[in-house]
């Protein structure tokens, strides 16, 4: 077997879809009823139960002297963060301990979506405990709230890493998000 390959890459099959998923089994609208003046009248059972499917996306990323696209990980239009992760497998040793970022890009610009955080030991860190701004968690509840994102545009990822170091920090990236919510539209 060649050096990086994946032994699974024949046993599972893929499904796509275009547009949220959503995932239930009753999909028709709330009846009209008013818990305070008649309640009890509707039971649990005839209520819908749908809600969306959440996705993930995972890429390696590694310790760079200029920031790097993160390779597959693209953002559908209107989609909400859910959690960012990073799994460091080597430790990342930029200067001040701000070994990396993430950011957006659309066409015309970069935003950041999290702030920098020290990877300077093996293991799980998560990124939402770091959102220090309104509007930080504005991009992160709706990618289109990103500045210069034109509705219906995707938006793909940039890892920043910090300046200095040995440049040999390694990690794997993932994002949860819900596709095409558009909770600020």
Known sequence: MAANSNPHKNTYNSTRFSGPVKSG???F?????DRETVPGTIA???LPNTGYVICSQSAGVKQTVAEESVNNIVLPAGS????????VTTVFDATDDKDLSIYCRPESA???ITDYVNLGAVGVYDLGNRITTSAT?????????IPDVKAGDSVDLIADSG???SQTGRAILTINYIPGLHLLT
């Open 137 to 145: 968690a504005n991009r992160w509840k709706d990618v289109s709230y």
């Open 110 to 112: 970069l935003t950041w």
């Open 29 to 33: 609208p709330v009846p009209s009823y």
């Open 25 to 27: 089994s009753r999909w």
């Open 44 to 46: 649990a059972t005839a």
């Open 80 to 87: 909400m963060i859910l959690s960012i992760q990073i799994i």
């Open 163 to 165: 300046a200095g170091g």
